[in-house]
């Protein structure tokens, strides 16, 4: 079984965005069962927010303008992500062969795929076991990184994937933020956290695990491996 394979390089935001959106309803149009796995990048740092979330409530508009931070909207739920030094990935598909019909056993599925990759760099990867409550005051909006969901990815303790599923009728999208380094302190700053020190127990990149950093062509090899593996597929261009 073959699945398509997307690379693509630092693109802006909106257009990141705009594209995966693009990639679910293409598959949702399908008749035939189709997979896309996606990497890409961000030209320069960008929040991106959950679809139903309030921009004003979610962050802190001053700051992120004054430091060149880019504000958009995903097609998916989910809170707050600060992108920058990361790897991006995505997973569409209407293939009911390989992914069932509820968002949870879909998010269980492409983390132990993730996992599998993580593993294969060196890094102590481990599914979430359940959700760990952190919290704020009751009118706050914390970022994704603040704790880890179900089935979402940890290491050492702390979360190292921020993941956004969105389904519609035959089809899902789920993309999520694998950052190599993290810039908790403007991570903080713009989600107007009191301090960044809460992201250092509760947030890694996975560059904080390695001797080295990784290039982003070990990165991609290394989770399209894991995917082909997982999956029993094979990833095509």
Not at 63 to 88: K, M, W
Not at 151 to 172: D, H, N, T
Request: aromatic content about 8%.
């Amino acid at each position: 079984m073959a699945w398509q394979l997307i690379i693509d390089g630092p693109l802006d935001g909106a257009s990141n965005m705009a594209i995966d959106a693009a990639l679910l309803d293409d598959v949702e149009s399908s008749e035939l069962p189709r997979t896309i796995i996606r990497f890409y990048g961000w030209s320069s740092p960008t929040i991106s927010l959950g679809r139903n979330q309030n921009i004003e409530k979610a962050v802190d508009v001053d700051y992120c303008r004054a430091n060149s931070i880019a504000i958009v909207h995903r097609p998916t739920g989910g809170r707050a992500v600060l992108h920058d030094d990361e790897l991006t990935y995505a997973v569409i598909s209407n293939d009911s062969n390989c992914f069932g019909d509820t968002i949870y056993g879909n998010y269980k599925r492409v983390s132990e795929a993730l996992c599998l990759g993580y593993q294969r760099l060196g890094i102590p990867a481990v599914l979430a076991p359940d959700t760990r409550k952190i919290f704020l005051a009751k009118d706050a909006d914390p970022p994704c990184f603040l704790s880890p969901s179900r089935y979402e990815l940890m290491a050492g303790g702390r979360k190292i994937v921020g993941s956004a599923q969105r389904r519609v009728r035959r089809s899902f999208l789920q993309h999520g933020s694998m950052p190599i380094t993290c810039n908790r302190e403007a991570l903080a700053r713009a989600t107007r956290l009191p301090a960044a020190e809460p992201l250092d127990t509760e947030m890694a990149g996975l560059a904080e695990f390695l001797p080295h950093r990784p290039t982003l062509e070990q990165l991609r090899a290394a989770f399209v491996a894991a995917f082909q593996d997982y999956f029993s597929v094979e990833l095509m261009l």
